[in-house]
């Protein structure tokens, strides 16, 4: 008697049947490549559209129509759920989103993206995934070349800065304490982290991964433009040394997330050679700077550290994600840290090179080829236009800044080092306050009644945030080639209009 876990096939069951109907199905992605080209595009980087279309959580449920049912719907009905889900989104390639560290529209990424999720690619292994397995071994030769490293490193793309910060605190205590791969934390010492006042919460959030703990992560006190202070960072290194505890990893910051700071990276690698200590630099920000002779001063001594975070996304633009994680290590560390040997997957008697099979380097399995959004849009543009694009950027930043200094009812947190300017407004009613806890209460309220205001109305979006204890202000990102400088004015024309009745 047959089991009833068995599977019984029925006469009339389709499985000689075409999976799919290839007219129909080419149809409608004709239908829905136009559509995304008309309004997730064209329509969406036209300034005289809005950056957003805002309706509160519970609203904009109603109008996506969410739930999930039994049957499936019409393509018409489809395809409306998709115009739906443009309409309602953010635009981020929109000339007036200056929200995030990322912006703008790549058309070479933008294709590169759409080609990948046809073909829906894995990097882990050669035989499955050859094209972009090469590519992405070119992408990270040229990077690791453009940091510095002259006798080659390592790498891989990721799934975001967050998790490249987590594999170098990861590689930098297995390279200290290899053990703990097999026996786990109980094989280590208390271990200490350090990192600046200014760094990526990603920091901390690794250190509780791993099991290394919050309290661990030491935090290196900055100065006022936001860069670590070298001296205070080999005072609290000795300091833990002194109580026991064991340093391994020092994390600097080429770009913050705020004040687009950078830290004294040749100063900070001095002091981890000295006492042997793991340096890595999240450049997930700043690492375009790189590309650019006249900035690149910025991250003098980038070839002294051992790892490196760099976000192509960011600055230069190419499609989320595009994540890179460089090592200078050349002993198949990234190998060894992660390796797990899958038999299904890293076969050794296969017919090809193994050393292109680079699935067991990486924490995750299935893994998307990244890479090939920066490669096809660097091919595309070459070294010098991607140069030209940061140049750019900063450029329009310093106009900004020169432009609020100008202004009546602004004023600059810092002078820029990079693409972030931070700024308060200050509206008519508060300008002849002194400058005490009454002023700073009321001034802390302005930027959050003018953030509403402008999604409101959709005309653009810019960041704000209180810092150390300063009340709330305006922090402009400029990226995007699509700007110019009468945006900028804009941008500081229409927080005026919104907020001078404040």
Known sequence: MASSTETHIEDNDPLDDPPLDFAATESFLRQAMTMILEDAVKKATDVRQKVCEWHPPEELKELLDLELR????????????????????????????F??????????????????????????????????????????KKLIQTVGWEEGGDGLF????????????????????????????????????????????????????MGIGTKNVFVVPSDKRGKMIPSTLEEQIKSIKSEGGVPFIVNATAGTTVLGAFDPIDEIADICEKYKLWLHVDACWGGAVLMSNKHKLLMKGIHRVDSVAWNPHKMLMACLQCSAFLVRDKSRLLQRCHSARASYLFQQDKFYDLSYDTGDKSVQCSRKPDAFKFWLMWKALGASELEQRVDRALAMARYLADEITKREGFRLLMEPEYANVCFWYIPPSLRDLPDGPEFQEKLHNVAPVVKERMMKKGSMMVGYQPHRGQANFFRMVVISPQVSRQDMDFVLDEIHSLGKDL
């Open 70 to 97: 039994d049957g499936g719907e019409s393509e018409a009905r489809i395809l409306e759920l998709c115009r739906d889900a443009i309409r309602y989104s953010v635009k981020p390639t929109h000339p007036h989103f």
């Open 158 to 209: 990721n799934a975001g800065g967050s998790m490249s910060n987590m594999y170098a605190m990861n590689l930098a205590r297995y390279r200290h304490f290899p053990e703990i791969k097999e026996l786990g934390n109980s094989a280590a010492p208390r271990l200490a982290v350090f990192t600046s006042q200014e760094c990526h919460y990603s920091i901390s959030k690794a250190a509780a991964l």
């Open 99 to 140: 929200n995030q560290l990322f912006a703008g529209l790549e058309p070479y990424s933008l294709v590169a993206s759409f080609i990948t999720e046809a073909l829906k690619p894995s990097l882990y292994t050669y035989e499955v995934s050859p094209v972009f397995t090469l590519m992405e071994n070119a992408v990270l």
